[in-house]
């Protein structure tokens, strides 16, 4: 009800202008949505905030106020209570007639926005030649749901995976393949993942300990850079064996996005440290060129710096990150970036960021964002990894989430006698839920802290569950099915009539997903949207227990199947936001 917000706010200022003349007419009413049913669904709170400039008291500023308001089409009788505060209460003409709309609109009443804008969203970001781990599972479903609530209120989105696939990383890998496997740099597939995994780590364990294996890896990275053959045919072959472990990942989160790593950005490099020196930043400090920040110091109150290029000549990821930050703003003309990254890199960030502004390289016009967000814990508080001590893996964790919900699902349905279901119905719903349970137990947190992770509470059937939504859905349509009423046929016609409290709770409900979306638009807070959605539920389950459907006569029985569909639809489209798909039977 974000246009009724807007509204009553203007009609608020009308009123102020009416009472106090023309200057207050621009006054902020600070309407908010009440705190309690009791007070109606609007809270104006201006007097209080004008009493000391008008010299007068807030209750009789109100007075004035509602004298000149106007809102007979839109709410009941106003009502002043406490110091000064004005309660708004919508009328039920007013709700039906908003219902009745949104019922023949594809958006459900959330509009296109008004200022469509390229955006980019980096999220993802596995490391080539390793697996995905559970640390790369926030950033991956947090980005996808920004991307797609993003793309909905129809901003041209730009979904990039900005992978580590450059680096020293790559010169000790193939180095160290070329003594123990070379048939891995010559043969696509020739590895599997598991087993580059681990002789990456033999890599590392060697690079570590031997000198002369780190002079034949870092060699290995000279070639690599100039562009040498058979180095180059073997860093492709290793990138490929990862994409195609990372897909698998993607195609059970059901995730789109576009690939551009940090090899990407290697030519532009030498330019960024240019540019800097150009722009009178870069100093030299032991060997290495930095840009000292403004306002980060280390322990002994010294400046910190980023360093740009290091002392024996070679680049980092803050030089990446700043040609890629110039990139996406020069070449791809985007007008915010957006960063989902892990809480332990806002420093980093907030450097990079620093350095590319006092370059000059940040129009005015074009926003900067930093999407931060906690650790995955365990039940007991620490870090969540295996018995073994080690990070666990993303796939073993969702095939797990699956396989439990699957156990679950077999379990409930040999207490049902009657009901019987194939292999591949069990198969499907064991998938949509385990994955959409791992999915919104992450996303209904606020992402700025750590949870904790546990398979029981995620795949409970009540409570801020994904099973508890898909569950309000797979409802929706039962009742459909047992009417034998399809809900795309009820017609425009339709005239929803609120009568019970249970109704006027649900609609009111309803009609604040646009206020959800855009909130969630702006702050990029996934949570904001998973929190309305519970409510919905619990509020259609309120409303399916008080107010019968089936069993009511006409009209109420049409207008109660027209709130079913909208919740319906509502749960659908808001989970889809979410990257969650829904079922028709559970």
Not at 219 to 242: F, I, M, N
Not at 401 to 418: K, P
Not at 546 to 568: F, G, I, Q, Y
Request: one cysteine or more; charged letters at 30%; hydrophobic letters at 40%.
């Amino acid at each position: 009800m974000k246009a009724t917000q807007e509204q009553l706010k203007d009609k608020l200022k009308q009123a102020l202008g009416e009472a106090f003349g023309d200057q207050y007419a621009d006054t902020d009413p600070m309407l908010v949505p009440a705190s309690n049913p009791k007070f109606g669904d609007y809270q104006a709170n201006m007097a209080l905030s004008l009493a000391k400039k008008l010299g007068q008291k807030p209750r009789d500023i109100a007075h004035l106020v509602v004298d000149r308001l106007d809102i007979s089409d839109m709410c009941e009788t106003p009502e002043i209570a406490g110091p000064g505060f004005i309660n708004l209460r919508l009328t039920p003409s007013y709700l039906e007639t908003q219902l009745n709309s949104i019922q023949t609109d594809a958006r459900l009443g959330v509009p296109i926005s008004s200022h469509p804008k390229r955006e980019i969203v980096d999220f993802s970001s596995p490391n080539i030649a390793k697996e995905m781990h559970v640390g790369h599972l926030r950033s991956t479903i947090i980005g996808d749901a920004i991307a797609r609530i993003l793309e909905f209120r129809g901003h041209d989105v730009l979904r990039l995976n900005h992978v580590g696939d450059w680096g020293t990383q790559f010169g000790m890998l193939i180095t160290y393949l070329r003594e123990v496997s070379p048939s891995a740099l010559t043969t696509a597939n020739a590895l599997e993942i598991g087993d580059l995994v681990n002789f990456y780590k033999q890599a590392k364990k060697r690079f570590d300990e031997d000198e002369d294996f780190q002079e034949k890896a870092r060699q290995e990275v000279v070639r690599l850079q100039a562009g040498g053959k058979d180095t180059v045919h073997a860093w492709k072959l290793l990138c490929e064996q990862s994409r195609l472990e990372f897909q698998v990942i993607y195609d059970l989160l059901d995730i789109q996005v576009e690939e551009r790593g940090e090899s990407f950005y290697n030519p532009l490099l030498s330019a960024v440290v240019e540019d800097l020196e150009k722009a009178g930043l870069l100093e030299e400090n032991q060997g290495a060129k930095v840009v000292f920040l403004e306002g980060f110091k280390n322990r002994e109150g010294e400046p910190l710096p980023l360093i740009v290029q290091k002392s024996d000549g070679g680049y980092n990821y803050a030089t990446t990150d700043l040609a890629a930050l110039r990139y996406r703003i020069q070449e791809d003309r985007a007008k915010r970036l957006i960063y989902v990254t892990d809480a332990g890199q806002a420093n980093h960030f907030a450097g990079v960021f620093q350095v590319a502004n006092r370059a000059g390289w940040i129009p005015e016009d074009v926003e900067i964002v930093h999407v931060p967000f906690g650790l995955v814990l365990g039940e007991d508080g620490k870090k969540l990894k295996t018995r073994a001590g080690d990070t666990v893996r993303l796939r073993d964790l969702l095939d797990e989430a699956v396989a439990r919900a699957h156990e679950d699902l077999e379990s409930r349905l040999n207490e049902v006698e009657a009901r019987e279901e194939t292999e591949e119905f069990i198969a499907n719903v064991a998938k949509v839920v385990g994955i959409s349970a791992v999915k919104y137990a992450d996303l209904s947190q606020n992402r700025t802290g750590n949870y904790k992770f546990s398979f029981d509470k995620m795949l409970a059937l009540k409570g801020n569950t994904a099973p508890y939504m898909l569950y309000a859905y797979a409802r929706t349509q039962s009742i459909s099915r047992k009417g034998n009423i399809n809900y795309e046929k009820l017609g425009e016609n339709v005239k929803i009539i609120l009568k019970e409290e249970a109704e006027f709770t649900l609609a009111k409900h309803l009609l604040q997903l646009d206020e959800v979306i855009t909130e969630v638009e702006q702050e990029l807070l996934p949570n904001r949207l998973c929190e309305y959605l519970y409510q919905l539920s619990e509020k259609f389950n309120q409303f399916f227990e008080n107010c019968p459907v089936l069993k009511s006569e006409e009209p109420m029985r049409t207008s109660r199947l027209a709130l079913c569909d909208l919740t319906a639809r509502t749960l659908k489209l808001g989970l889809s936001l979410l990257g969650i798909g829904v079922l028709e039977r559970m």
